[in-house]
């Protein structure tokens, strides 16, 4: 009945101290700036989740007993035992005395038996589980009192600690009863953890977070989100190996602002921690050219000018402005261009040549023609001279006229115009030539 007593008041104990709750769960949230075209580096570390620390194995998980006179104070070590079954005894007077259950880490229960208690014994007994791996380490105290009276054995709750009353020679079972599965069983870390990435827009709920990566310490790896951004992010292959599951996004870019998640999750060490960072981008800074100094730049002063194409350097990261060179095809037009003003020219060139050596020949047969003209005219006019001119008459015809108008008519019949000479040739060379 006692021991059942005892039983209870652990258990109340246990749901009432916060030291012995097992999972923890932490929250960190931060604003980081970057400038855009540079790498972004988002910080998640945790020692905890470095499973190969996980090397001893059966040496990670230890219970081990410790008395003090009085409660806080610094005891000493009566017993320990590690998860593989190997006990040790401190005191030699102990040794067949202490006794702890061999299945301890199979059943949870790291009670230590004192077979028969002595007055020595009355203190304050410290059960410690310890889990090295976990970082997990819990307490529980046991305040013994020894009496000559067996009517006077009982258990009580004194509101620190609970208090066992025990009589002189009698056994006495100092409970610590523990069974969750850290302590219990030992499950492979590859399959207990996981570590996971988070992407969230502006203005978009948590609940509805796009995931990026899933990192498991097996060494599986899943990636997720758009192709635009999933080829630049980026997680360090050792994660597990270091404990760093920071995230790197290569090329920064204005459309990669939003909330950004790092969730650790080891089921086995109870250990859930979420890590956010709200990432903004901003324009890189551009140093302005330094003024020149004044005179001709001869001195042993003068120093060349900052180069413009080097951005400033902000926060310990520097953009670097890159011209990319021009295509071919660009090349080709530009040639294409040269090589059709050329062939204008040419062309040009061409017709101003045949119309100066067409002219030239026209002025030519102008010439000669004008030599022969010369001659025909006057053979012609010789020729008229000789046989067309009418004979002249010198004698005047007195005639009587009506009116002034036959007066002329008869004037013009007995008087005629000279004929007009037309060369046909000239006339024909003027028409060819236009």
Not at 68 to 78: E, H, N
Not at 268 to 290: D, S
Not at 384 to 397: F, K
Request: net charge neutral.
């Amino acid at each position: 009945m006692e021991l059942l007593s005892c039983v209870l008041l652990w258990k109340l104990m246990l749901l009432q101290s916060p030291a012995l709750i097992l999972s923890s769960g932490s929250v960190s949230e931060s604003v980081v700036k970057w400038q855009a075209g540079t790498q972004a580096v988002l910080r998640c570390q945790s020692p905890r989740m470095v499973w190969t620390q996980d090397r001893l194995h059966d040496r990670q998980r230890v219970v081990h007993w410790d008395l003090s006179g009085v409660p806080g104070s610094q005891g000493r070590r009566l017993v320990d035992m590690y998860s593989a079954g190997e006990e040790r005894v401190y005191e030699p007077r102990d040794h067949g005395r202490l006794l702890l259950s061999p299945s301890a880490f199979h059943d949870g229960n790291f009670s230590l038996l004192i077979r028969a208690v002595e007055e020595g014994d009355e203190g304050v007994y410290t059960c410690n589980l310890h889990h090295h791996y976990c970082h997990l380490y819990e307490s529980l105290a046991v305040r013994l009192k020894v009496t000559d009276d067996p009517q006077l054995a009982r258990a009580y709750w004194d509101g620190k600690t609970e208090v066992m009353v025990v009589a002189r020679g009698m056994p006495a079972l100092m409970t610590c009863v523990n069974r969750e599965h850290l302590w219990t069983d030992r499950h492979l870390e590859e399959a207990q953890q996981v570590v996971h990435w988070d992407r969230q827009l502006p203005g978009v709920p948590h609940d509805r977070a796009d995931r990026l990566l899933d990192l498991y310490a097996s060494g599986e790896r899943r990636a997720y989100g758009p192709s635009f951004l999933r080829d630049r992010v980026a997680v360090k292959a050792d994660a597990f190996a270091r404990g760093d599951f920071s995230l790197r996004i290569d090329a920064l870019e204005p459309a990669d602002e939003g909330i950004y998640s790092c969730h650790l999750h080891h089921h086995y060490c109870g250990l859930h921690e979420r890590r956010v960072f709200h990432l903004q981008v901003i324009e890189p800074t551009f140093e302005p050219p330094a003024p020149a100094s004044p005179g001709n730049g001869s001195g042993h002063n003068s120093a060349p000018g900052p180069d413009p194409t080097l951005v400033s350097r902000s926060r310990g990261h520097s953009v670097i402005n890159v011209i990319v060179p021009e295509s071919h095809a660009h090349f080709f037009q530009q040639l294409g261009y040269v090589l059709a003003t050329l062939l204008l020219f040419i062309l040009l060139l061409i017709t101003v040549v045949l119309a100066t050596r067409h002219r030239g020949g026209c002025e030519a047969s102008d010439k000669k023609a004008g030599k022969s003209k010369g001659k025909d005219v006057n053979m012609m006019e010789f020729a008229v001279a000789t046989r067309d001119q009418a004979p002249y008459r010198t004698e005047d015809i007195q005639l009587d006229y009506k009116n002034n108008i036959l007066k002329e008519r008869a004037e013009l019949n007995h008087s005629p115009l000279p004929a007009k000479n037309v060369d046909l040739d000239k006339e024909f060379r003027k028409e060819y030539c236009k």
